[in-house]
């Protein structure tokens, strides 16, 4: 259980989540790496990224003594799915909707399972279940005001955002209550043509918005 309150605490810290999909193994494998490089620590590689598994054992591989680095799955839709991520190495495991076999599995292996949900029912069926961090999908439909709403009955709950979230409305997600964010096309989207590059830059620019926000939320508090 200590394994799983780390990676929770890495995936706090690393604020948001690079959502990747890429076109090929190796692609999916150089869209992390880029991300990475330019500060994001967390990865979510969705299986629906060709040969996923092996794209996850290699980063997890490859940056197994970085501590601040975590490597998860994502688009897990069944038990079998979740396994096979489990065993190439994934931390943690997302998934588009709720599922209460997902959910065990993970309780088994202790990895921090986050699912998607939609409703107040969905959050609290995953909560029972022991989900650690939910997730608000699609956050383009929710808005930021989903999540404090959802912080009024359910203020232990971590809440990550995943669709939608970009530089412009990092803020209001944060404001609102979020644990972490979930990012795809804003920072990734270069990375399946092949522009590497622009994908670290748009890292650093997410990093760089992450550190100000941290930084004006600690000047409210004190």
Known sequence: MLE????????????????????????AYEISRASIDGGIKAVELAFTSPNADLTIRKLARNYANDSEIIIGAGTVLDVATARIAIIAGAKFIVSPSY?????????????????????PTEV????????????????????????????????????????????????????AGSFCCGVGGSLVGPGVKGDYNQVTKNAQKFYSKLQLIRKEDISKRN
């Open 4 to 27: 799983k309150y780390e990676a929770l605490k890495i995936i706090r810290k690393a604020g948001i989540l690079a959502v990747v999909r890429g076109n090929s193994k190796d692609n």
């Open 99 to 119: 599922n209460q076999e997902v959910a065990k599995i993970c309780n088994l292996y202790a990895v921090p399972y986050i699912p998607g949900c939609f409703s």
């Open 124 to 175: 609290q069926q995953a909560l029972m279940l022991g989900a650690d961090i939910i997730k608000i999908f699609p956050g383009t439909i929710a808005g930021p005001e989903m999540i404090s709403e959802l912080k009024g009955p359910f203020p232990q709950a971590n809440i990550m955002p995943s669709g939608g979230v970009n530089l412009d409305n990092l803020q209001e997600w944060f404001d």
